[in-house]
């Protein structure tokens, strides 16, 4: 029955190892560039072309525009970026390679700490859960995990924290400051983290509240160094009349989201959350019903054993599943709340992705503990909870793997032929800047062809050639076979 069960096993893991990699692939080399993409590549290509940590400023009035507050992905990502492009690489390909990467340490982080909370089951289960989630349900996506984003690679920045913290808490401070500089959004894991540093203190009561406050301090200090040291950087460029431009740039993105749209309802945030996933809405809700069912019997049962839940219920458990639960309370909680942000489930996504699978780890814990019981009704949820589990995770990831074989409307290769002609035209003619007409496709498109980007209804883009998928009411300069230039309006 071992061998049956170790078979089982690695036949499991080798299906969705072959699953992340075909899905790891396709983002790479085939997804098309999408907008949001193209913007953050922007800055490593204007740092390797010595114009510094500076974005072309299409969403701040295109003008290059140091440390844009609009560019939300950070230096934990783009400065790595810069450094591969350096190499000569494709600058998409090159770029994608970081994002990618960050997602093999999410996925390895998720193992090591599966394997901890439940041994091998329980990591297996980890690693499955973020290739179930279907963060390119709506506009403004993760296509997958190579896309040139901050969110997924905040998410192993996190994960990672939790592995190292019970004895490296200098080094998880440390890492959620870089989580920061991924995604300003990481901000919202700093409760998870203080519930975390509080349950792996020592003591009872006021004791274990001055430990905590004892064993807090440097962590915190490592927590805003990466973002002072930015700010540093960003003085000393600007200026100090510049810095204070910059800070209040920051402070309205930051209150506004950056977006323009009808208010939300937590009941929309929440019905776009279940049906984000490559299962029904219903199987996905069932799917998270049994897991917290089965988490919940795991502490009934660890309590009942022993007096004294603390020896009852090992730390890893204990510091993983609250820091999880107030982690992904956090983000969601903001997202449903936050009625001016779209319901766009890429902004929650690094607690989907950093907290689900961990509490998805500590179910499978939870069904070794009713298992191990003499409650036959127990060890029938058990077995049930799990099968559920196990199969609802497996069908998400066999879909997820699946759709990479359906063609979308534009691939990477597709959006390089379409823009060849314009590329071409621009580098013979010695062509810096072109506006994009609307932002969309034409902005990818912009960046392909080696020019910077603008947005046509920029003042500064007043006399800038455009480039557009729409007729052109100007003159023709070059007519590709989706994308043309036209010139620009008298």
């Keep these: 029955m071992k061998n049956l069960r170790t078979a089982i096993f690695w036949l499991l893991a080798a299906?969705?190892?072959?699953?992340?990699?075909?899905?790891?692939?396709?983002s790479l080399v085939t997804m098309r560039l999408w907008e949001d993409e193209a913007f953050n590549l922007t800055v490593p290509l204007n740092l390797l072309a010595g114009l510094g940590y500076t974005s072309d400023g299409?969403?701040?009035?295109?003008?290059?525009?140091?440390?844009?507050?609009?560019?939300?992905?950070?230096v934990s990502v783009l400065l790595p970026v810069a450094t591969v492009l350096a190499t000569g690489i494709d600058p998409v390909i090159g770029a994608r390679l970081i994002p990618l990467a960050y997602w093999v340490l999410l996925l390895a982080g998720l193992a090591v700490l599966g394997r901890r909370i439940g041994g091998r089951w329980a990591a297996l289960v980890a690693v499955a859960v973020p290739l179930a989630f279907n963060s390119a349900l709506t506009i403004s996506p993760i296509q997958g995990p190579a896309d040139l984003l901050g969110e997924i690679p905040a998410a192993a920045l996190i994960v990672w924290a939790l592995v190292v913290l019970p004895r490296r808490a200098w080094l998880a401070g440390l890492l959620i400051g870089l989580a920061v500089q991924a995604k300003l959004i990481a901000l919202l894991v700093l409760p998870a983290f203080a519930v975390a540093l509080w349950i792996l203190s020592p003591g009872r009561g006021v004791d274990r509240l001055r430990a905590t406050l004892t064993r807090s301090w440097l962590p915190l200090s490592l927590v805003a160094l990466p973002t002072f040291l930015v700010e540093v950087a960003a003085f000393v460029s600007l200026g100090a009349s510049g810095y204070v431009d910059h800070l209040r740039a920051l402070a309205g993105f930051l209150r506004s989201g950056g977006q323009?749209?009808?208010?939300?309802?937590?009941?929309?945030?929440?019905?776009?959350?279940?049906?984000?996933?490559?299962?029904p809405g219903w199987l996905t809700l069932l799917v998270a019903l049994t897991a917290s069912a089965l988490i919940v019997g795991g502490f009934m049962i660890a309590r009942r054993r022993e007096a004294d839940s603390d020896t009852a219920i090992p730390p890893v458990i204990q510091y993983s599943v609250l820091a999880a639960i107030v982690g992904l309370a956090a983000y969601v909680g903001w997202w449903a709340t936050a009625s001016h942000l779209p319901l766009w489930v890429r902004h929650p996504s690094p607690g989907v992705y950093a907290f689900l699978p961990i509490l998805a780890a500590v179910a499978v814990w939870g069904m070794r503990m009713?298992?191990?019981?003499?409650?036959?009704?127990?060890?029938?949820?058990?077995?049930?909870?799990?099968?559920?589990?196990?199969?609802?995770?497996?069908?998400?990831?066999?879909?997820?793997?699946?759709?990479?074989?359906?063609?979308?409307?534009?691939?990477?290769?597709?959006?390089?032929?379409?823009?060849?002609?314009?590329?071409?035209?621009?580098?013979?003619?010695?062509?810096?800047?072109?506006?994009?007409?609307?932002?969309?496709?034409?902005?990818?498109?912009?960046?392909?062809?080696?020019?910077?980007?603008?947005?046509?209804?920029?003042?500064?883009?007043?006399?800038?050639?455009?480039?557009?998928?729409?007729?052109?009411?100007?003159?023709?300069?070059?007519?590709?076979?989706?994308?043309?230039?036209?010139?620009?309006?008298?």
Excluded at 20 to 26: F, L, N
Excluded at 260 to 279: C, H, M, R, S, V
Excluded at 471 to 479: F, Q, R, Y
């Design 15 to 26: 299906s969705l190892i072959a699953a992340h990699v075909i899905v790891g692939w396709h």
């Design 58 to 74: 299409a969403l701040s009035g295109s003008t290059l525009t140091p440390f844009d507050p609009r560019i939300s992905t950070g």
């Design 260 to 279: 323009n749209y009808e208010p939300t309802t937590i009941t929309q945030k929440i019905g776009t959350l279940l049906d984000a996933w490559f299962l």
């Design 370 to 490: 009713l298992w191990q019981t003499r409650i036959r009704p127990a060890r029938i949820a058990a077995v049930a909870g799990s099968a559920l589990l196990v199969l609802g995770l497996g069908a998400g990831g066999a879909l997820h793997a699946s759709s990479t074989f359906t063609p979308g409307w534009e691939t990477l290769e597709s959006q390089r032929a379409s823009v060849a002609p314009i590329r071409a035209w621009a580098e013979e003619n010695d062509i810096s800047w072109l506006a994009a007409q609307p932002w969309g496709g034409p902005t990818s498109a912009v960046v392909l062809s080696g020019t910077h980007l603008g947005l046509f209804d920029a003042p500064a883009m007043a006399e800038t050639p455009r480039l557009t998928v729409e007729a052109c009411t100007t003159d023709v300069l070059v007519d590709g076979p989706i994308y043309r230039v036209c010139a620009a309006p008298e």
